[in-house]
């Protein structure tokens, strides 16, 4: 298996331009930070006016406004928190089929959002999901430990199977989750049930979950992959001789996801899926920004 | 193309194997997918029977190779406008071999051959035929120029004479209808008439030649019938059993040296000189109770042909005239009561001669205790029964009772022919006896042969004795009625003379001829050129003929019991006259002008469907392997 190749500095350099995206400070989230959101705060960066009340402070009159209008206007600047962002990367052996593009896929883009919430000065910290004892980096909040967590990434191979729901019950205890941003990384080809349960186990932490499918086109597609014999499930070792039309096994799997789209939009989780044909650069710079995940 | 080839339908049956195989294969087949997750329910519904088959590239490579190596079994042919197709026709008879210190005309003939191989154009195609024997040396019209030259770089003359019209036929016929040129390399002059389509180099020159043009045994029949009835045989030789016929072809005198290697005896040798054109008979005296190979060499000067100059005559083999003491078979057949009486009378004089009547009306009456073989010499005044006699006959013609006599003076003796040999003694005959019926040879029934006697009466040239010989076969039309004068001893002469040569018949196979090896038991049968090539040939039992006897020398014989050994000469007139030669080229006058349709030419696909198998597999082979790669 060859390593995670670097990724190239004239890239990370074009990601610079984006922020993670927060919808709702939650709790966990801590004040004072530099992320700047759209809340009346302390901070130095200006946000709107607003008519003055009696109570507000006399020190945030724009006496220039009032010399012209002849009416008290108060500044109102934007709160600055600083986020927690654990980039959470499915590491179990369906990450490795149908080609080991994906998960270095999977890597890279975990690489990107890591290196996007250090240039936006959060904390951040790479943890994969897979069989074993949990493996987390330590939280980095500065542009120089990126290069740490490239090499890192460096010695991870996907393989075996974990339970998504019985991982994310551990985690969120030895890792201690609370608040901030979950970035999850699947290709959530597991039980429906157990993406459930991972899920509201976060959203009990108050975790503002983002989950990224990753996905070849092969297996939205499988009448392509599956060219007949005995399927066999890279996890649980699971033989079944597949003899079905195509339009079944894709509708199967569009039903899959659809399914976890739909539990995602009811909890307020962003769900993408990103396939493995659309450029990292484009679903970066693009489809994320639309889908809020980043601006 | 077949398309009901029984191979090609037999080979379309693998392609259901084929399939079979690859379903099977893909059954068998483990894929590791990601998660059967998505698949939960239809897991639970139970598979149904595969009902299409999963293939990839290799299927389609592999099913292509099938359907090709099918097509090929097939034997397809391409139907296009025809190329140019050119029967060439090579001259190999044995004349081709002739020269005097330079190359031969075979060889500046084949060196013609490869030129023009070299310069045709890529379509055109040539079928060759070798004129001697007659053998199509391609089956089919050819393009390819290696193949072309490497049937003619093979190509040899051979020892025995040829034909160019025969070959032309077997051409057209192996062509498949009438070629659009014909080229013939021969060293005959170009023919009188000859079509634009055809080109005949001709690479033949005068050259000097002597030959032996034909050997006889000469036993004397008895002693009372020779020339003077002194007990002298002819021509002063008295030990004198083999009459040796050499012939000069060229326009100047040749002093020649004939010698005769005798077994366990002193070689014989004669010098003599011919004149230009001039044919000899010269009789070599052997000592008596000679048995084995007798070898007759020619030497002279300036000589164009060696295979001409030498013979071997086996003597003392069974026959009926091999030795002095055996006894000579004569059948005698006639209507006529006088004419029987009096030939019996005469062959009763010599005691050598055992013949016995053969009559419808009364059965055969052996007189000297033997039976009527198969080759006995028949006597009869029969024309049917002569040109139905397989062997050696003479025929004597009827003649009215009738007849005036004639005065017949100054006979005349056709000097070319083998026969005057024996005939030379009659050169100054005055009698008078009775002429034949017509002085018109063509008129008389049964009469065949050239006249090789005449008698002059009544200032008009009147044909008395026709001679004959077709394949060893011997035959004599006496016109002369022994009825008329039956005690004339001019008469008498040429009856036993001519009885003489009819018994001195070939004793030996000139090439061309089969040779007869007697009883083989079934078998493999090694047969020993004289060119050292071996043959095997599968015998079913019996006589055991070989027919392809093209050279001149030994041929042996090896199967169960025994080995036998036969010699081949080389005794052709026309072929060693290289100073005079007439064509034997002719035009097929049942040769078609070529239409549109036949016009259209056959080029086989076989190759080519094999070689785009072969690319078709190493594909394959490229692809698997790629794949086994990356599956690594």
Redesign the interface.
Known sequence: MPAITPLDPAFLSRLETLRLAARRIQWGARLGGRFPINRRGSSVEFADYAQYAPGDDIRSIDWNLYARLDRLFVKLYKEEIELSVEVVIDATASMGLPTREKFARATHLGLCLAYIGLAGRHQVRLSWMRPGGLSATSWCTRRVAFDRLERFTQDVVPGGQVTMGEWARRAVAALRMHGGQVMWLSDCLTPPAEFFRAMHLLMIKRLEIRVIQVLSPEELQPAHLFRGGVLVDSETGRTHELNYHPDELARAVGEHNEQLDRFCKRNGILFVQHRLDEPLETFLLKTLTARGVLE | MHLLSPLALAWLCSIPALIWLWRYA??????????????????RRA????TRL?V?WLFWLQLACLLLAALALAEPVLVGHSARTTLVIIDTSASMQASVGGPSAFGRAKQELLTRIARKEPHERMVLVASAPVTPLTREPLSDEVQLRGLVQRLSPSDVGGNLALAGRIGRAVVGREPDAILILTDEPPPLHADSAVEVRSFGSALPNVAIVGADLSDPLCVPATASETGEPPNGHPSARLLVTVQNFSDEEQPLRLSARVPDAQDVAHTLTLLPQQRETIPVSLPGGIEGPVTIRVETARDALAVDNQLIVSLAREGRSGGAGQQIPVVLASERPEVSQVIGRWLDACPRIAWHVMDATNPPTPRSGADAPADSILITDQAELAASWPSTSMMIAQHSSGSPRLTLTHWLIDSSHPITSYLEPLESVVTALAPPPQSSVGGLVGASGEPVLWAVSEDRKVPLVLASERQGTRRVTFLLDPTATPNSVPLTLVFFNSLRWLAGSRRFTVTGEPLTFGFVEPGRVRIERPDGAVEWRDHPGGIFRYEATDRTGRYRVEGPPRAIERTVNFVHPIESNTMTRSSTWSADPSAEPTTDAEASARYPMVHWLLRLMLIILVVEWWLYSRKGRHET
């Open positions: 893909t059954s068998r087949r483990q894929i590791r997918i990601p998660s059967l997750v998505p698949f939960e329910r239809l897991l598979p149904t029977h595969r999963l990839n």
